[in-house]
């Protein structure tokens, strides 16, 4: 088990997602960020089921920097309730993990 995460939110705009990746890299709270999308989500919503088009950021953190992290998201997001889902990165090359865990140090 490494002590790295993978960070998921998702907005609905793909200059918004670029924003929150490249906010979270400049702010060290994220060694790197990918941007995916348009994907199509599907949820429940003050009682009613939405479909949106979103985009995904995905970011690479240190596990002692999901606070600050989340923190920063949840600044930054202009979601009532956005979502910040962690996975802990279980195995990867070493020096990858690394490299993640120097660049978002802080």
Not at 14 to 21: D, T, V
Request: charged share 25%.
């Amino acid at each position: 088990m490494s002590d790295v995460l993978a960070v998921l939110t998702t907005t609905d705009a793909a200059e918004k997602a670029e924003a929150l990746a490249r906010g979270a890299v400049e702010a060290r709270v994220a060694a790197c960020a990918q941007v995916s999308g348009p994907v199509t989500s599907v949820y429940r919503w003050e009682g009613a089921v939405e479909t949106a088009r979103e985009w995904q950021v995905l970011f690479k953190t240190a596990a002692a920097r999901y606070d600050a992290l989340e923190e920063h998201i949840r600044r930054h997001h202009d979601y009532d309730t956005p979502e910040i889902v962690a996975m802990p990165v279980v195995r990867g090359g070493a020096d990858y993990l690394a490299w993640v865990a120097r660049e978002s140090a802080g």
